[in-house]
C-alpha cells in the first residue's frame, strides 16, 4: 500500500481516533496532519510492517501525550468553553446525560483519557493497552479505574474491566 | 451511567471529527514540501564558499558532523580572518542540582531577551522524560492547587496522580516554574524533591549557532531558541511567532531530497520552494451534498534550504506571506556562528 493510498483508506479513521483522544477536532487535525508527515518520511518501513495502521496509530499516541506538546498548546478551559464543547459535540440538548459524560471525558487527565478511549472505542485489552502506553497492565487498571470512577461509571456496569 | 453509554459519548466525540478532505489536502502538500527535502547531497567541499552580498562565512560554520561524528570544529585554513560570526545565547535562570539516577538533560528552549520569559529544560532517561517549564504565571494553572512550600518556595500541588505537571514553584518576577514528570508512578514524590533541588542558574545557556539576520519589517514578534538531541548529533533552531505567521530556522542533521527550485543561497547550491494558500485541493475534497461548497484552508509553508556538509541541513521555512526575494534574503543573511556548547547533552 503506497502512502496515498493509506491516506485515503485510512485518514478518516485515523482522524476520528484523535478526535477521541484530544476532544478537540482542530488539535486532531493537527496531531495527525503531523504524524502523517513524519510516517510519509518513512513510509517504506512502516508499510513493510505487519500493522502499518498500529504503528500509524501509536504514532497519534505518542504525539497526544507528549507534555512537551501540550506545554507548548495547553489553554486553560472554562466551564463555559466545555459546555460550549458538549454542546458542539451533540447537537441533541435532550441528551443531558450523555453531555455531562462528554463534558468530564474532556477534562481527564491525558493518559487516563488515553485509557478510556483504547479501551472503550478502540476496543483494546489492558495487556494491549499497556503495550501501547509502555506501561504495566496493573498501571492500566489504575487508570482506567480512577478514570470511571471520575466518570461516575458504576461499578456494576464495568465489571468486565476489572 | 453503564458501558454502553461511555461508547455512545466517545462515538459522538469522535463524530465530530473534521471531513477527512481538506486534512488530506494539507497533508499531501506538507508531504509533497517534505519529498521535495530529500537528496541532493552537496559536496562538503563547497560549503567552504563564502556568502554572496553578505559578510557571513559558510567556512565558518563548523556544523560539518562527519561519521564518526566529531564535536570539534573543523575550521578551513583558507578562510578570510573575519570576525567570527555569533549565533544565539540565553542564559537559563533555573536549575535542579537533583535529578533521579540515569536521566540526563536533552533539550532546552528560552525565548529570546525582549519577550516573555519562556524557558524549558527536559532530561530523558530512555522514554521517560522530565521537564522544567518557566513560563508567566496564570491563576488559570493555579486552580483546584494545593499550596505548599518546597525550598523555601511557594509551591502548589496537584492531588491527580495521573497529572504530569505534579509541582508549580513560585519563581519570582510573577514567574511559575512548573515539573512534569512524564513517567507514571511516583510523580509526586519525584517532583516535590526536583522542586525541593530547585536553585537559580545564570551559568548554563540555551545556546545555538543561529541568529536571526535579516527579516522584513513585517515580521516581527517572540523568537524561541531551541537546542536538543545527543552531543554527536543534535537539532538546533530558531522560531519566531509573529502575526504574520511562524517561521523557522533549523539546523539538523537528516538525509533527504529537496525538489524545490534550484538557487544560489550563501553562495551554494540549494532550493527554493514557495507555498501560499492553499486553492485548489483536488479530488482530496468530497463535494458537500448540501450547503455552503467545501473550501481548503490553510497556507503550504515556503522554504530555502541549503546542506552544511555531513548532511546537516540549514532551512528556513515560514508560514508567513514572503516573497521569494524575501526568503532568499532571510536565508542569506543569517547569521551561522560556532557550534554551541553541546558538551551537556548526553553521548
Not at chain 2, 77 to 82: G, Q, T
Not at chain 2, 121 to 147: K, M, N
Amino acid at each position: 500500500m503506497t502512502f496515498e493510498e493509506f491516506v485515503v483508506a485510512r485518514l478518516g479513521a485515523l482522524l476520528r481516533y484523535a478526535t477521541a483522544l484530544t476532544c478537540d477536532p482542530h488539535q486532531a487535525d493537527d496531531i495527525v496532519g503531523e504524524v502523517m508527515v513524519r510516517a510519509n518520511g518513512r513510509w517504506r518501513r512502516i508499510a513493510a510492517m505487519e500493522q502499518p495502521e498500529a504503528y500509524v496509530k501509536r504514532m497519534v499516541l505518542n504525539e497526544f501525550l507528549s507534555v512537551r506538546r501540550r506545554w507548548a498548546r495547553v489553554v486553560p478551559m472554562s466551564h463555559e468553553q466545555l459546555d460550549d464543547r458538549a454542546g458542539g459535540v451533540d447537537p441533541y440538548p435532550e441528551h443531558h446525560d450523555r453531555d455531562d459524560l462528554i463534558r468530564r471525558v474532556a477534562t481527564l487527565p491525558p493518559r487516563q483519557r488515553a485509557v478510556i478511549v483504547l479501551r472503550y472505542f478502540e476496543g483494546h485489552t489492558h495487556d494491549e493497552i499497556a503495550d501501547l502506553l509502555g506501561c504495566r497492565a496493573s498501571t492500566v487498571r489504575a487508570h482506567a479505574s480512577t478514570a470511571l470512577a471520575r466518570l461516575r461509571v458504576e461499578a456494576t456496569t464495568v465489571g468486565e474491566i476489572r | 451511567m453503564n458501558d454502553n453509554m461511555l461508547r455512545d459519548a466517545l462515538t459522538t466525540i469522535a463524530d465530530r471529527a473534521h471531513d477527512p478532505g481538506p486534512v488530506a489536502a494539507r497533508i499531501t502538500a506538507r508531504t509533497r514540501v517534505h519529498r521535495q527535502r530529500r537528496g541532493l547531497l552537496v559536496a562538503a567541499a563547497a560549503v567552504a564558499g563564502t556568502t554572496a552580498g553578505t559578510a557571513v562565512l559558510l567556512g565558518r560554520t563548523p556544523r560539518v558532523v562527519s561519521d564518526p561524528p566529531s564535536v570539534s570544529p573543523p575550521v578551513s585554513p583558507s578562510i578570510s580572518p573575519l570576525p567570527a560570526p555569533t549565533g544565539t545565547r540565553v542564559p537559563l535562570l533555573f536549575r535542579a542540582a537533583w535529578m533521579p539516577t540515569g536521566y540526563a538533560e536533552t533539550a532546552r528552549d528560552a525565548t529570546l531577551p525582549g519577550a516573555p520569559v519562556r524557558q524549558a529544560r527536559s532530561w530523558q532517561r530512555g522514554d521517560d522524560v522530565i521537564h522544567l517549564f518557566l513560563h508567566p504565571r496564570t491563576e488559570e494553572e493555579l486552580a483546584g492547587r494545593t499550596t505548599s512550600t518546597i525550598g523555601g518556595r511557594r509551591a502548589w500541588l496537584t492531588d491527580n496522580p495521573g497529572q504530569p505537571l505534579q509541582v508549580h514553584l513560585d519563581a519570582a518576577e510573577g514567574m511559575l516554574l512548573g515539573i512534569a514528570i512524564d513517567k507514571a508512578g511516583d510523580r509526586a514524590r519525584t517532583a516535590q524533591r526536583i522542586a525541593a533541588s530547585i536553585e537559580p542558574d545564570g551559568v548554563s545557556e540555551c545556546a545555538v549557532s543561529l541568529a536571526l539576520g535579516w527579516l522584513p519589517d513585517r515580521l516581527t514578534g517572540t523568537v524561541t531558541a531551541s537546542l536538543n538531541g545527543t552531543r554527536t548529533d543534535w537539532s538546533e533552531s530558531l522560531i519566531l511567532e509573529s502575526g504574520q505567521g511562524r517561521l523557522d530556522v533549523s539546523l539538523a542533521r537528516e538525509v533527504s531530497t529537496p525538489k524545490g527550485e534550484p538557487a544560489t543561497l550563501r553562495g551554494v547550491p540549494g532550493t527554493v520552494f514557495m507555498g501560499g494558500e492553499i486553492k485548489d485541493c483536488g479530488d482530496a475534497v468530497v463535494p458537500p451534498t448540501d450547503g455552503p461548497p467545501a473550501t481548503c484552508r490553510g497556507r503550504v509553508a515556503s522554504s530555502a534550504r541549503i546542506e552544511l556538509g555531513g548532511s546537516r541541513i540549514l532551512r528556513v521555512t515560514t508560514w508567513a506571506e514572503v516573497t521569494r526575494d524575501e526568503l532568499i534574503r532571510i536565508m542569506n543573511e543569517l547569521v551561522v556562528g560556532p557550534e554551541p556548547d553541546v558538551s551537556w547533552l548526553p553521548r
